[in-house]
């Protein structure tokens, strides 16, 4: 991937160059206090956080720790019982051109009769607004986001004839065309191919260097230290955050998936190389 | 035929109308997956239509309308309710609403018709429409509706399309999904209303679903499928009012359903790319191509063990020998090799000709190297790999063949110890490596 | 006999056979193929008209049930070739059916004694007029005979095959793994619908029908989690909606079969507000509930990490709230004695802490990672 393609700054300025914001900066994200509640359970409990601008971030934690609730919420997609989000020191209301969003891959149905440029010209219909119809200059647009993905020679394509790493990354092209500060993405990396993984992966790498800022839920414990600068762990209530280095520990691991010893083995081998006793004694 | 009576030429205006409309909102619910959305809806408009009826006492379109817009409303804000707040699915929701808002409906006619009053006859021609009594001032309300509706999907397509193929992202975009959803709905409602005097309440969903379905197989694009559905809708309303104008006694609503259906099924099976008839014909070449590659396999396999050297024919006895072939059977499959020039066929028997040579080592280089790799990398036993070897070999494509070849090393023998073939067709172990 | 008493007995066994079979639809989320089945089956019993040119029931039932299985096999097969979504398929098979059962009854009409009112709300009021003849003796209602006939093989269908049904609505994994074929006893079921359907037909017409099947196991549903139970309830919502129906026909001088489909939908909207385990209100009253508990948790929560008082001003901004929620939690928690005002506002007390630390309150105790 090069490295004209994503350059311009984004929208509302202060993006930065390679090496992320000062600490003193403003928070990407602020969730103050967050409980949500579907009918009768409580999904997130009582969550304060507070997300730099500039990293790779990642949410992780087992199956209906709330990890998609959490994008959700930050979205105003849900209701909170309590508390509130802010992107960039608003409400998501008034910042919905800075945000960025890429839902699950498995969230529409493939087979509808669209293009992909068309999805990806999607993008920009925030921007547009109600009325206006998009013409030659969103086409463009739309173009050179699925070229940043590598697959601008697709774009007639009708989506249910591409593979899902490529839908994944139409998927990414439409959010690339919404150029925003922020991204947040749901399990992009989920069931694609090592070649998209990688393409994926360079891209984050490259919106971060223009000072971006992406939370992704993630669930393959074993690269979360390679890909991610900042990691979220979840089980209904926040166990940590913070810089991978110092908050991707075994036992804050351990914390946050209590028993569940196969994802705590694979855990283990991601961090020590399957030699971790206290976590290969099985007595949880 | 085409002397047509005044009240025949508003029929047919009518039917065409409805036709062009209900195919283009029919696409959205079809694509949504709520293609018995319109059914019910229909069926609970018909309380609507006698209520009018019953508070204004005339036939007057207008309260009728109304009150099947306000039933049909009411009916798909049953299902929500009932979806959201119990643990029973869609499909009974909808199947409880359609059948008690129509059994009200019943009741409402039933009772009217009992009444004194003497205008009501002809309330029933709601249930499956009777063309024939439609009215001139019936067909320009039918048009302006439609074209209500018409121009505010063009005006709004953007945000339909958003609706249809993915609500949640257009909620992170700031339009309010749950409005948008209302709004087709209520769009809906208004093409049941416009088809009831038509086709009637039992019909409708087939001048919604089926001619989007048609439309759905002939193309990949959203906005072509719309116009498409349109056209096919106003081809089978036109069609539909023609036959049963022209033949006593046949109600046009059935007609126009079965003139639709009759397109779908011409769609499903020769539509370009989807059509079924293209499928199984793929199928078919795809099977005789196996049979083609598997004989030219055989043959090179027999002269690899007669000590490589592959000039001298195989008696047509043996061949037939390999698979168990008649020779009906094997003839299908040699002849066209013959006279593509792959091999040759003579009395003494067959014979691989050069190119023939190059395409079966290329396809036994193919198999011996899924099994090598299933072997080695997947560490799958020996003596499992040979049946999947026998289906990959037809598929592998020639770069992902390169790179199976680069990923195991150029290797030269495969698990059981048979040579993988090069030496003809010359894959050269030294590339991709320079 | 009196004729009203027939009347209902012929409604009551149409109700019963449907809610049996019904059931299974429902608990499948098939009803809609059900829907389809019952205008599907009109060509069928047309068709036995002309070619025996009687209203004879078993010629009915074989075409109509005929009909009813190849309504099933086309929408699968259409659904099969991944060219139409399931309930596309549905969309278009019946309708096109159904038509073609209309089109032949306006062409035939002399021939055929089936009115199009008759196919869309049936003639149960008369009944007690189309008597059967056995060796030229008048033996009762048709009617009667028809739709008892076929309570009964539904009863029996149910009864043989309870197991197998169950299984393979519950589990049809675990079904096919033991050896039941969930496919022949998907037909099985699809042809005990046709069949019903066929014998219902005639008394309350197409789309009543499908009230009959769908609405009163839908109403058991919300009442019950027991297969057993769920039919029992069902068959008696059925014949409660026959014979209150029956009832509001006569009062309102209208349709039978109408009323019916009526009454069996007030009985789901009262079921559907009212029930004690799944009923809308019991529902309302449940999340109310565990609102206020949750409200309660997160304030005593909030407190038990400070030891300053907080003012309500301060705990409004903090959970955003507005004043008069704070003050409610409030008042609640001092009544428990968990917190208690003090004057600058409000701090927790020793038995609230206790709480906390005991998790004695609600979602405190669903935490996943406990589990």
């Known amino acids: 991937m090069t490295k004209d393609g994503v350059s311009e700054d984004p929208r509302g300025g202060d993006g930065t160059v390679a090496g992320g914001l000062p600490d003193s900066a403003k928070p990407a994200i602020e969730v103050h206090d967050l409980t949500v ?20 971030i990642a949410i992780v934690g087992p199956n209906g720790a709330g990890k998609s609730t959490l994008l959700r919420s930050i979205l105003g997609l849900v209701k909170p019982v309590t508390g509130w989000v802010e992107v960039f020191g608003a409400p998501y209301r008034q910042r919905r051109s800075w945000v960025g969003y890429v839902p699950q891959r498995e969230s529409v149905d493939w087979d509808f009769p669209t293009s992909a440029l068309d999805v990806v010209t999607m993008g920009l219909y925030g921007s547009l607004g109600w009325l206006r119809r998009p013409g030659r200059k969103e086409r463009e647009i739309a173009v050179s986001c699925l070229d940043k993905v590598g697959i601008a020679d697709l774009a007639g394509r009708q989506i249910s004839q591409l593979s899902g790493g490529q839908q994944q990354r139409v998927f990414l092209a439409r959010a690339l065309a919404q150029d925003a500060r922020l991204y947040l993405m749901d399990e992009p990396f989920a069931g694609v191919d090592a070649t998209t993984e990688r393409a994926i992966l360079a891209l984050l790498q490259e919106l971060r260097s223009t000072g971006r800022t992406v939370v992704a839920v993630h669930h393959d414990l074993q690269t979360v230290r390679e890909y991610f600068d900042h990691v979220v762990l979840l089980n209904m209530r926040l166990v940590a955050d913070g ?9 804050n691991l351990q914390r946050t998936y209590g028993g569940r010893l196969t994802v705590l083995t694979q855990a283990a081998e991601a961090l020590l190389g399957g030699e ?7 007595n949880v | 035929m085409f002397d047509l009576s005044f009240t025949a030429r508003t029929v047919l205006l009518g039917a065409t109308l409805l036709g062009i409309v209900g195919g283009a909102l029919g696409s959205f619910a079809l694509l949504r997956r709520q293609s018995l959305l319109g059914d019910a809806l229909a069926h609970a408009a018909l309380p609507g239509v006698c209520l009018g009826f019953y508070l204004t006492g005339s036939k007057n379109p207008l309260p009728l309308f109304l009150g099947a817009l306000i039933a049909g409303i009411v009916g798909a804000l049953c299902i929500l309710v009932i979806v959201r707040n119990s643990r029973l699915k869609q499909d009974t929701a909808i199947g409880i609403v359609l059948s008690v808002f129509f059994g009200a409906g019943i009741v409402l006619l039933t009772h009217i018709q009992k009444l004194p009053l003497g205008n009501q006859s002809g309330l029933d021609k709601f249930l499956f429409g009777q063309a024939a009594t439609l009215l001139p001032r019936d067909v320009m309300i039918m048009a302006i509706l439609g074209g209500v509706v018409l121009l505010l999907v063009l005006v709004f397509f953007k945000e339909l399309r958003v609706l249809t193929f993915d609500p949640e992202f257009g909620a992170s975009l700031g339009f309010p999904m749950r409005g948008l959803e209302v709004f087709l709905t209520v769009l809906l409602v208004t093409v049941v209303v416009v088809g009831l005097q038509t086709v009637g309440v039992v019909l409708i969903v087939a001048t919604l679903i089926t001619p989007a379905a048609a439309a759905r197989q002939w193309t990949d694009r959203l906005g072509i499928m719309v116009l498409l559905a349109a056209a096919i809708g106003g081809f089978s309303g036109a069609t539909g009012a023609l036959i049963s104008a022209g033949w006593a006694r046949l109600p046009t609503g059935p007609v126009i359903v079965l003139v639709a259906s009759a397109i779908l099924l011409v769609s499903l099976l020769f539509a370009p790319q989807r059509g079924m008839l293209w499928a199984s014909l793929r199928e078919r070449a795809l099977a005789a191509r196996i049979r083609r590659e598997n004989l030219l396999k055989d043959l090179y396999r027999w002269g690899e063990n007669a000590g490589g050297t592959w000039s001298e024919p195989v008696t047509t006895a043996l061949v037939m020998g390999f698979r168990g072939h008649t020779r009906q059977q094997l003839t299908r499959v040699a002849r066209r090799l013959d006279r593509k020039g792959l091999l040759s066929w003579t009395d003494d028997g067959i014979t691989l000709r050069q190119e023939g040579l190059e395409q079966a080592e290329r396809i036994v280089r193919r198999h011996r190297l899924w099994e090598l790799f299933l072997t080695r990398r997947l560490e799958l036993a020996e003596d499992h790999v040979h049946r999947d070897a026998e289906e990959m070999e037809h598929a592998l494509t020639e770069e992902t063949e390169a790179r199976l070849d680069a990923l195991l090393g150029y290797p030269t023998v495969d698990p059981h ?9 010359g894959s050269d172990p030294q590339r991709g490596v320079a | 006999m009196s004729p009203s ?5 012929v409604a009551s066994c149409v109700a019963a056979a449907c809610a049996l079979i019904g059931s299974f639809l429902v608990l499948r989320q098939m009803a809609l193929l059900g829907d389809a089945i019952s205008h599907a089956v ?16 078993l010629p009915m039932i074989l075409g109509a049930g005929s009909l009813g299985v190849l309504t099933v096999f086309l929408v699968e097969a259409f659904h099969r070739t991944q060219r139409l979504k399931e309930d596309a398929s549905i969309g278009v098979v019946f309708p096109a059916l159904f038509s073609i059962g209309v ?15 008759c196919v869309l709300y049936g003639e149960i009021a008369y009944a007690p007029l189309d008597l059967l003849y056995f060796q030229g003796n008048s033996i009762g209602p048709k009617a009667l005979w028809v739709n008892g006939v076929v309570l009964l093989a539904n009863i029996l269908f149910v009864i043989v095959l309870y197991k197998e049904l169950k299984l393979t609505t519950f589990d049809a994994g675990l079904a096919a793994a033991l050896g039941f074929s969930p496919i022949v006893l998907h037909y099985a079921l699809m042809s005990m619908v046709s069949i019903t359907v066929v014998g219902a037909f005639e008394s309350v017409g197409a789309i009543l029908v499908v009230a009959m099947l769908i609405v009163p196991p839908a109403t058991a549903y919300l009442l019950t989690d027991k297969l057993s139970t769920l039919l029992g309830l069902a068959v008696g919502f059925g014949v409660l909606s026959a014979v209150l129906g029956y009832w509001l026909a ?7 079969a109408g009323a019916m489909a009526t009454v069996s939908g007030a009985l789901f909207t009262l079921v559907f507000l009212l029930s004690p385990s799944y009923g809308l209100l019991a529902r309302w009253l449940r999340q109310l509930h565990l609102g206020r508990n949750l409200s309660d948790q997160l304030l005593l929560l909030h407190l038990h990490g400070d030891d300053e008082p907080q003012s309500t001003d301060q705990l409004a901004r903090r959970f955003s709230w507005r004043a008069r929620r704070v003050e409610t939690v409030v008042d609640r928690l001092e009544q428990r004695e968990w917190i208690r005002r003090v004057a600058d506002g409000i701090v927790i007390t020793p038995s609230g802490e206790l709480a906390i630390e005991k998790g004695g309150v609600g979602p405190l105790r669903h935490r996943p990672a406990s589990q």
Do not use: M
């Open chain 1, 37 to 56: 509640a579907y009918r009768t359970q409580p999904v997130l409990w009582d969550i304060d956080l507070s997300l730099p601008e500039g990293k790779l």
């Open chain 1, 243 to 251: 810089p991978v280095a110092t908050t991707f520990t075994n036992e």
């Open chain 1, 276 to 282: 971790n006793p206290e976590i290969s004694n099985p």
């Open chain 2, 417 to 425: 110890g048979r040579p993988i073939p090069r030496s003809i067709s």
């Open chain 3, 5 to 9: 008493l027939i009347v209902i007995l």
């Open chain 3, 42 to 57: 009109l060509p069928g019993i047309v068709l036995a008209f002309l070619f025996t040119g009687e209203r004879a029931p």
């Open chain 3, 103 to 117: 089109v032949l009854i306006s062409r035939y009409a002399g021939q055929v004694d089936l009115d199009l009112d």
């Open chain 3, 250 to 256: 006569y009062l309102w001088d209208a349709s039978i």
